[in-house]
T-cell receptor, first 112, second 114 residues
């Protein structure tokens, strides 16, 4: 059975600190997506990683993909309160068809 | 573009009633996806369409659930009869290009079955 596991599931951190969210998956895939969800809201696309070694950065967030290790990371640099949200990774299990399996989500709270 | 449009945004119904959720994808997008989000099971893909044709409905929980896409600008997800365990947020998403782009999610429909 395919598993997409995020770690940690809950993260509370101080503004200005750095941290990393991990996404492990159990099947072969070279396509991984990161989404953000604010409470009571929809999902917003953050990054699309389409090959081994892919790295993308937007502001204080950087995502990377290691398909051999079946691992993606979302790194937060110098966190600010506005980044508080739930972050999901999703793996495309049907190459190119965007049949996504989502992780459980990581609820990130950034305290002033 | 207005983004993916879903209606209604909230639906409260009683067990046994029929529920129809509606979705209008972003114009020009070839793929449409229906998801369900619950605390217990997280985000689950129910079914997706390519050019109005259902491609994979393996995530549809049971025969009480059905989905249609009669044209490129409209899709429905129907639950008949509804049960309390169907209570969830149902998201519709669309995508313009397979493999290189992302899915754009609608605002969701929060369904409560009493």
């Amino acid at each position: 059975e395919l598993k997409v596991e995020q770690n940690p599931l809950f993260l509370s951190m101080q503004e200005g600190k750095n941290y990393t969210i991990y996404c492990n998956y159990s099947t072969t895939s070279d396509r991984l997506y990161w989404y953000r969800q604010d409470p009571g809201k929809s999902l917003e696309s953050l990054f699309v990683l389409l090959s081994n070694g892919a790295v993308k950065q937007e502001g204080r967030l950087m995502a990377s993909l290691d398909t051999k290790a079946r691992l993606s990371t979302l790194h937060i640099t110098a966190a600010v309160h506005d980044l508080s949200a739930t972050y999901f990774c999703a793996v495309d299990i049907d190459q190119g068809a965007q049949k996504l399996v989502f992780g459980q989500g990581t609820r990130l709270t950034i305290n002033p | 573009d207005a983004g993916v449009i879903q209606s209604p945004r909230h639906e409260v119904t009683e067990m046994g009633q029929e529920v129809t959720l509606r979705c209008k994808p972003i114009s020009g997008h070839d793929y449409l996806f229906w998801y369900r989000q619950t605390m217990m099971r997280g985000l689950e893909l129910l079914i997706y369409f390519n050019n109005n044709v259902p491609i994979d409905d393996s995530g549809m929980p049971e025969d009480r659930f059905s989905a249609k896409m009669p044209n490129a600008s409209f899709s429905t997800l129907k639950i008949q009869p509804s049960e309390p365990r169907d209570s969830a947020v149902y998201f519709c998403a669309s995508s313009p290009l397979v493999g290189t782009d992302t899915q754009y999610f609608g605002p969701g429909t929060r369904l409560t079955v009493l």
